[in-house]
Structures are given as C-alpha cells and as structure tokens.
C-alpha cells in the first residue's frame, strides 16, 4: 500500500500542489506520519528540472516540513490509523484537520519567510490578507478529502479511490481556471471596445485606459476591497464611454462649441450609463460613470452634485482624469509637466475637487510616477477640438484658466 | 412566440413535452409513495440527512452556461441515496423508497424558491427524479441487497462497478430526455441536441456521478459521518461554479452593452442588434450548431455593426443594406479587427469579417469561412426588411431574400430561414 502511494499520479503542477496535501492527509491514516514525510521527500527529488537548484530545495524542504509539523499534530492529537478510521470516523476527522490546519499554518509562515528574505513584492502582510486568509477555509475543506480517500482506499478499492478523489478536486479547479478566463475575456473585451470609441480622436487615444490605470494606483493607496478595487477600474475604463453617443462632427469640431453642442457633450455620462447599465457591475460603477464630471463645488454635470454628495468613485475618476488630460497632448496646447499638472490639482482642491482625494493622488504619484506617452506634437497650424476634460477645467476655477487653450 | 426563453415555474401551455415528463414523474412519485407507505420506511436515519441534503441542494441550484437550473448536490445526494449497502446501512433503501424521498425532499426544497421568488422549474427537477429512478433500478438488478463493503477488492468492485452502471444510466436518461426537449423547444435537430447533452454528461454530469459515487462509498463505511464529510468540499466546488457562473453572465451582458453602442450612436434602430442575433440563434439551432459555435454566432450577430464605429456619419435609420458593398465590407473588416483586437474573440471576429460577402464570391468557392458568416448575412438581410420601422411582411422579405440565393445568401441558411419562419418565428 505504501510502495502504491509512493507513485504519485503523473499530473499537471497545478493539481500536484492540491493533490499532494490531500494524498499526505491520506496517507497519515493510511500507513503512518512517517510514510507520509518519506512520500514527500521522494516528491522533493522529482521536481520539474527546469526550477533552479535553490528553489527545488525550498520546495521540497517545504512540503517535508509541512508534512512532518501537521504529522507531529496528527500523532500528539491521537489520529487513528488504518482500520480504526471505519470505526472512529470522527477521531479521524477531527485529528487530520488539525493536522492540515498545522500544514497551512507552517506552509504560510514559511512562504512569508521567503518573501521577507526576499524584500520584494508582495509584502509577506499582503500576502497573508490576499493570499493565505482568502485561501484557506477552502484548502481545510478540501482536506477532508484525504480523510475521503482513506476511507475509499480501506474499502478495497485502492487506487481507483484516487480517480474518485481526483475529479472533484479537478472540477474545482477547472471552474476556477474559467472563472479566471471570464474575467479576463471580459477585461480585454472592454479594452478592445474602448479603443475603437477613441479612434475617433487621435489625441484621447489610451485615455481610458490610462485612467483605469490611474485609479487603480489611487485605489490601492486607499486600500480597497478587491471587488471594489475591481469596480473602481472599470469604472475609470468606461467613464468616457457615452462618447460613443456624441457625433462625431462635435467631438472633431474645431474652436468653440455653442450651447447646444455644449449639451450634447454635457449628456456623455447619462448615455454611458445607459449602455453599461445591463452589466452587473457594482452599483458605484454606474453612479460614478454617470458623475465624473460634476465638481466639488457643485459646478459640474449632469447633476451639479457637490462635495461628499458625489459618489466617492467619481470624486476618484474626477481627479484622475482631470490629471491624464493635463498631462497629455492636445492639438492646441502640449502637455503639462507631472509636477506642474499636480500643483493645478492642489489649486483645485477645494473647489473642482475632493481636498482629501487629491492629497492621496498627489503623495501617490509623487511616490510611484506616472509615465507619459510618446504622443503626436501639437499642431498649431490647425484649429482643432477642445477635448471636452478640457472644456470642464477652464469654465470653473480660475487657476486652469488656460487649460482651455485661451493662451 | 419566444423560443429563446426558458419557462419557469407551472405554465402548462408552453411546456410541451413538459407535461409528458411531469406526468411521468408524478405517476412515479405517486405509486413509489403508496408502496413506501406500506411498507413502512427502512432506515429513517439516513432517509432523513439524504432527504435533507436533496432538498438543501433543490434550493441552492443555480445556472452554468445558459442552458437550465442545475442542482449538483441534490442529484449527487439523491444518487448516493440509490446507491447504500452495507455495513453501515443495515437495511438498503428499497427501489420505491429512494423514490419517494427523492419526489417528497425535491418537493420540499422547490417550496422556499417559489416562496423567494427564484426560477424553479418542475419540469427540470422531474427529470432530475426519473434519472434517479433509472440509477436506482440500475444498480439494484446488479447488486443482491445483502451485497456488503467488507475491505475486500472482490466485493469492492463489483459494488463500484453497478455504482458506474446506475450512474450512466441516470445519465444517458438524462440525456436522451434533455435532447428531446432541446428539439422541442429550440427545434434542434434530435442527434445534435443529443450529442450536445452527452458532452455536458461527460463534464458536469461525470463530477456530479464521482461524487454520488463517493458519498455512498462513504456512508456505507462510516454512516452518518460521511454526507457532512462530502458536502463540505462539495459545497466550496459548487461555490467555484457559481462564481465562474455569475462572471459568465457577466461578460455576456458586457458584450450585449457593447453591441447597443451602435444604436447609441445611431448606426442602427433600436433592438436592431438583439433582433438580427435572436434570428441568427434560431437559424443557428435549426443547423444544428454546437454550444460553442452558437455562442460565436450569436456574439457576431449582435457585434457584426461595430465597425461602423469607425466611419464618420450614421446612415438614417441604420439600414445598411442601402449602403455600397464596399462600404459594408470594410465596416466589417473594420469590426473584424476591433473584435479581434480583444484576443479573446477570435472566432467571433472571422465570422464578422465574412458577414457582407456575398455567398458566390465568398462561401461558395472558399470552404474556410464558416457557414455562420452565411448565417449572419442572411438575419442581417431579414431584419432589414421586416424589422421595426421598415415592416414588410415575412412573406414578401423571404421573397426578395429568394431572389439572392446562390448569389448574395447560402442556400443552406435561405432554406433554413424558410423553416424558421414557416414554424412562425416572428421578431
């Protein structure tokens, strides 16, 4: 029985690592901790060749170690053994949980070693708050298919128990995997899908994205939950997306625009809203889509909303976009320096802008940077559009006056 | 007439079929109640916690792709129920009254989402029993009721082997049924909707059997322990169902919302998108397509007018058909690589890409584009003509659709139109 442990099925790494802890579960009521740690040392020495010789080290010294600690538990706490798992089914529960929550326990604190050790990204913090918690209630339920597998070993069945072991853990897996790929069809989706409404201007091309980019610096620093650090970037990404319902003809006009262009470009956020309001997305992605242009003053549209009053993500996107449309070309005027953008930012602060936001995004770009594109020059013999970022800054405060191009 | 939406709930005059298996079911449920009656119940212990588990898996059912409600843990609980032997079951639940606990838990669990509000369908959750009959009976006939685990391999066998047994049949009942109904309702040719439905029993269904198979292992070993035991990584799989499930629907409204941009930006009438994708699918099911291929048809119906986006003015009430050929094509190869830009949407964009060539120079002498192209082509054309606002009569559109055969549209996809629209599809 040993010996048909021993021989690990030959499956990709990612089931290895998940099937592992279940077959050292397994194998602490089937033959003893002893085996258990011997599985896992032979394990160490068939590592794929291509890992660096110190990394195969560190992995199999690892899930020794892992083995051995819950193996202690498993032993000191009582574990029944072979047959007397049919028999004292809760003893055999109770102590292989305890032994894979020991298991979990010295596997995190060796990984935040590791990356202590290290000094780099993530944070061993990080790590334990998005990696390891999020992670292990359903790494302790899944252990209690080793237990499983004893059982159905014991039962005569030998090793046709692991195929019965191995399709729910692989069917987790597969759902996780696509749930992965859906997020990621839908990110590159919306990606692909707002570079064509930007096609129609040269100069706005990679705003979105940039902005998505933007918030997601800013969001971090606030220390969002994931899925609202998730929502906040998408909502940068789809903030200009009811451009799509402006004409053309305004967007590319040239020079000033009357009242009622003025409206039609006034109405942007109302028809983003109504085209992504079928996705289920947080509700704040829509509210703060359908107010990224009002000001802290209550000067803004659509609603003329003011201070706390506007949806915190807008207030975020406001900043943000503000920020990208400075610091980028147009085809009346360069860009802005960073430094000289976040000084027109911190003249704002309190009148087009969240005081507080803009002290995060400041302090955030002044620590990470922000990299600017290779854009076109602004061409001056031409009297082009004014991008309606633009438009917003000039006709509030005073102090971006010549944002607007009246230079 | 909708074809594309599935029924909830009791509505006797859409069920079709329905009735049928509702009947089927409920005569089952009927007769395998009187003789449990009778007979007294064996093992109320176990009748209980699998009832339970049967009946908490009926009200978490949830959907994966678009297709119906699953209930993976009711299925696998009602399975494993089937499935007992000994030790630990002293005496095996008989045929009828793994029946009758199946029809009472499942009834119980449907209450609480009729009382929510929730889709339940009755149809679905008699099926789900007449399957569980199948097993039943199935594994009985293999196995003699004093058959036990007792550690030995010869025993241990042959018990898993009726275990594979019954859990095929389940499934191959399943199927065939399911297949029948997709034909029904979708009007799916039989061997494709039947082909359909084993593929999803060998991946869903296939998890669903190990794990009834798992749980009657275990319950005959350990007893009480083992549902608590099972049901636990169970439920966090089921967990990474719905959570792929829900960032599935996710992304399919996100395409929907992309498409409608075109009507924002007044390149084509309101619902036009929804309208040209809704005959594509019809077209598509009456092909006999497979889920995948579907999934790209309908995509490239509702996105096949992106890439007119990118030309300067809208044409007056989106009718593209007005504009040159070449217009058209290049708005579709625009939209081809604006799709294709997405890197995830390949298909869909080489579908868009053909989606204005007529059928001569196009499909007819080049047997790599695909036929959804053709497909696409036509429901674009159709649309056109008896869409909102324009308003011909089916009659006459198909007219003018049947002058372009072999020319402008695929014989194949006219013909199909032709069925379609004599069963009485209407926008």
Redesign the interface.
């Known amino acids: 029985m040993l010996a048909g442990s021993v021989m690990r099925p030959r499956v990709g790494q990612v089931y290895r690592t998940s099937l592992d802890y279940v077959l050292v579960i397994a194998l602490y009521l089937l033959s003893g901790v002893g085996s258990a740690i011997l599985v896992c040392a032979v394990g160490a020495l068939s590592q794929d060749r291509r890992h660096p010789l110190v990394k195969k080290i560190f992995n199999g010294a690892q899930s020794v170690l892992c083995a051995a600690a819950g193996g202690l538990v498993f032993h000191y706490t009582g574990g029944p053994r072979a047959g007397e798992?049919?028999s004292e089914?809760?003893d055999a529960?109770w102590t292989t949980t305890a032994a894979n929550a020991t298991w979990l326990v010295v596997n995190a604190v060796l990984l935040c070693l590791v990356l202590f050790l290290e000094g780099g990204q993530p944070s061993p913090t990080t790590f334990i708050r998005k990696v390891a918690l999020p992670t292990s209630p359903?790494l302790l339920?899944?252990g209690?298919?080793g237990?499983?597998l004893a059982?159905?070993w014991?039962?005569?069945?030998?090793f046709?128990s692991i195929?019965?072991?191995f399709?729910?853990l692989y069917?987790?897996r597969w759902?996780?995997s696509?749930?992965e790929a859906?997020?990621?069809?839908?990110a590159?989706?919306?990606?692909?899908?707002i570079?064509?409404?930007e096609?129609k201007d040269l100069y706005t091309r990679g705003h979105s994205e940039r902005v998505s980019e933007g918030v997601g610096l800013l969001g971090r620093h606030l220390g969002l939950s994931d899925d609202r650090q998730t929502a906040l970037e998408h909502a940068g990404l789809l903030h200009d997306?009811?451009k799509?319902?402006v004409?053309?003809?305004i967007i590319q006009k040239p020079g000033r625009l009357d009242d009622s262009e003025m409206d039609a470009i006034r109405l942007h956020p109302a028809?983003g809203v109504?085209?992504?309001?079928?996705?289920?997305?947080l509700e704040e992605v829509k509210s703060a889509v359908l107010h990224h242009h009002e000001k802290y003053d209550g000067t803004g549209y659509p609603a003329g909303l003011g201070g706390e009053n506007i949806p915190y993500f807008a207030r975020i996107i406001g900043i943000v976009d503000a920020f990208d449309s400075l610091t980028s070309t147009r085809s009346y005027r360069p860009a802005r320096g960073v430094e000289e953008t976040l000084d027109i930012l911190l003249q704002d602060r309190n009148t087009h802008f969240d005081p507080l936001l803009v002290d995060a995004f400041v302090e955030v770009i002044r620590r990470h940077g922000w990299k600017t594109l290779d854009q076109p020059a602004p061409d001056g013999s031409k009297v082009v559009a004014i991008d309606h970022d633009d438009l917003s800054l000039g006709s509030g405060g005073g102090a971006t006056g010549n944002a607007a191009g009246v230079e | 007439m909708n074809p594309g939406q599935p029924i909830e709930g009791l509505d006797l005059r859409r069920m079709g079929s329905g009735v049928v298996i509702l009947v089927v079911g409920g005569i089952l449920a009927a007769v395998a109640l009187v003789a449990t009656l009778r007979h007294g119940v064996t093992e109320w212990s176990y009748a209980l916690v699998f009832g339970a588990l049967i009946a908490i898996g009926e009200t978490v059912q949830f959907r994966v792709d678009r297709s119906r409600n699953r209930a993976p843990i009711a299925t696998s609980a009602a399975l494993g129920y089937a499935m007992l032997r000994g030790p630990s079951v002293g005496m095996p639940p008989e045929l009828a009254q793994v029946i009758a606990v199946t029809a009472v838990a499942t009834a119980a669990g449907i209450v609480p989402r009729a009382i929510a509000g929730l889709r339940w369908d009755i149809v679905v959750s008699c099926r789900r029993g007449i399957s569980v009959a199948c097993a039943a009976a199935v594994f009985e006939a293999l196995t003699r009721r004093d058959l036990a685990?007792?550690?030995?391999?010869?025993?241990?066998?042959w018990i898993?082997g009726a275990m594979m047994a019954g859990v095929l049949s389940a499934g191959l009942s399943d199927a065939v049924i399911g297949a029948g109904q997709a034909t029904e309702r979708y009007n799916r040719p039989f061997p494709a909707a039947l082909r359909d439905e084993l593929v999803v029993m060998t991946r869903i269904g296939?998890?669903m059997g190990?794990?009834a198979?798992?749980l009657a292992?275990?319950t005959?070993?350990?007893?009480h322990?083992?549902p608590p035991?099972?049901i636990?990584?169970?439920?966090?799989?089921q967990f990474?169902?719905r959570?792929?499930a829900?960032?599935?629907?996710?992304?399919r409204?996100?395409?929907?919302?992309?498409a409608?941009?075109t009507e924002?930006?007044?390149f084509s009438s309101p619902g036009q998108n929804a309208r040209t994708a809704q005959l594509a699918v019809a077209i598509g099911n009456d092909l006999g397509l497979t889920p995948a291929r579907m999934e790209a048809l309908e995509y490239a119906a509702l996105l096949s007018g992106?890439g007119q986006?990118?030309l300067?003015?809208p044409s007056p009430g989106g009718a593209s058909l007005l504009r040159t050929r070449e217009e058209r094509q290049r708005a579709a190869e625009i939209g081809a690589s604006?799709?294709e830009?997405?890197?995830?949407?390949d298909h869909v964009a080489e579908i868009v890409r053909h989606s204005n060539d007529p059928y001569r120079m196009g499909r007819a002498n080049n047997p790599g584009i695909p036929v959804e192209s053709g497909i696409v082509n036509v429901a674009l054309a159709y649309e056109q003509l008896v869409g909102e606002g324009t308003g011909q009569s089916p009659d006459k559109a198909m007219e003018s659709i049947g002058l372009g055969i072999g020319a402008e549209y695929d014989p194949v996809v006219v013909e199909s139109l032709r069925r379609v629209i004599g069963r009485g599809f209407r926008f």
Do not use: C, H, K
């Open positions: 798992v049919l089914p809760w529960i359903s339920g899944y209690l298919l237990m499983l059982v159905a014991l039962s005569g069945l030998g046709l195929l019965l072991i399709v729910p069917v987790s759902a996780l696509q749930y859906e997020r990621r069809a839908q590159a989706t919306m990606r692909a899908f570079q064509v409404i096609t997306v009811g799509v319902g004409p053309t003809s028809r109504e085209l992504i309001g079928n996705i289920p997305f | 685990w007792n550690g030995e391999w010869v025993e241990a066998l898993a296939m998890a190990i794990t198979i798992l292992t275990g005959s070993l350990i007893g322990w083992a035991v099972v636990v990584p169970l439920l966090l799989t990474a169902f959570r792929f829900s960032a599935q629907r996710t992304y409204a996100t395409v929907r919302s992309m409608r941009s924002i930006a007044g992106v986006l990118a300067a003015d604006v799709i830009r997405s890197g995830v949407l």
